[in-house]
């Protein structure tokens, strides 16, 4: 019997699920529906390894990159994932997802509409989404008609008088805000450098307890040239790593991205203390915590793509992507 597409694709499903469900020694009995609540969603995976994979998977396998961490942690790269698969599981699961962007000074001018309007249209639709906008000119967001599940909280803080101070005391406010607000209402929480503009789906695939993303110019290039704080005199110091990671967009699990936080912060504050600054600032402390603490999920570089950079053969899509820097205006 020749089955058509919609029957094919709900077969598959079902033997899906149900290799899902013994891998996860999980009763049979349950049915479909249920079942989504207790998968592991990255064991559909394809990693385009045989032994890697867990059951027949009929998506494009990526032979071309590197699709997990030597700790096990999967690399996310288009081709691996079922984007509706994964959309519905977090759906049935409830999924909320803070988003976090601090717009202060003139970066609010320059960037913030065209962040805000582009993740309506391409951050994790169908899920419920939380935009926590923190500006020194609350009156000055832009007003916007957001779509079902989605509302936005615009929180005013004070804006420091160097841009370096803005990017790391935003650890400070984020870490604050998690524990008074955002843990309650949010599963996950993603925090992003407003200059920035989503491209494509940046959907539910991304999430995960503690996510890194890889950047982009960095990612094939020797761990030699990696711009870690090569001074033991900071908190942040790094002799060695695993990758460089990139700071505009960092997220996790509420309670992961506390720790993270806060780890972070209390990094920057010793540094303070000693009159030290760390050279790329939060970067480096946040590579300093991703050395100690291996992240659970890995995003490629089509998760915050720079379209200037000529070698882009493995970058099959882009989802977010730098926006032209105004720094003179905006670095004031």
Not at 189 to 217: H, I, K, M, N, P
Not at 239 to 245: A, N, R, S, V
Not at 292 to 320: A, G
Request: with cysteine.
């Amino acid at each position: 019997m020749i089955l058509g597409n919609s029957q094919w694709q709900s077969s598959y499903e079902n033997v899906v699920f149900r290799n899902l469900l013994w891998i996860e020694g999980k009763l049979l009995r349950t049915n479909q529906k249920d079942v989504r609540l207790y998968v592991n969603l990255d064991h559909t995976l394809d990693f385009g390894v045989e032994h890697l994979r867990v059951f027949f998977c009929p998506f494009r396998a990526r032979k071309d990159v590197q699709t997990q961490t030597y700790w096990r942690a999967p690399i996310i790269w288009e081709g691996m994932f079922d984007p509706d698969l994964y959309d519905q599981t977090h759906i049935q699961r409830r999924s909320c997802v803070a988003l976090v962007v601090f717009a202060l000074g003139r970066y609010l001018e320059f960037y913030l509409h065209n962040f805000l309007t582009s993740a309506e249209k391409h951050f994790m639709l169908g899920l419920s989404v939380t935009y926590y906008v923190f500006t020194d000119y609350p009156e000055k967001v832009p007003k916007m008609e957001l779509g079902p599940w989605r509302s936005m909280k615009v929180l005013q803080v004070e804006k420091h008088p160097r841009w370096q101070d803005v990017s790391m005391m935003r650890m400070k406010t984020l870490a604050e805000f998690i524990k008074s607000d955002i843990r309650h209402h949010c599963n996950y929480v993603f925090c992003f450098d407003v200059d920035q503009v989503f491209t494509g789906r940046f959907g539910s695939e991304a999430l995960g307890d503690s996510v890194a993303l890889l950047q982009a110019y960095f990612y094939k290039v020797p761990q030699k040239r990696f711009t870690y704080e090569r001074r033991p005199t900071s908190q942040a110091f790094l002799e060695t790593g695993d990758f460089y990671y990139h700071a505009a967009l960092f997220g996790g699990s509420w309670e992961n991205m506390k720790n993270l936080t806060e780890a972070c912060l209390a990094g920057i504050m010793e540094d303070k203390k000693n009159k030290v600054e760390a050279v790329w600032h939060d970067e480096s402390h946040l590579n300093k915590y991703y050395w100690l603490h291996k992240p659970t999920r890995v995003l490629s570089p089509e998760y915050c793509w720079d379209r200037r950079i000529r070698d882009k053969k493995d970058i099959l899509v882009t989802r977010l992507v730098w926006a032209k820097k105004h720094y003179r205006q905006t670095r004031v």
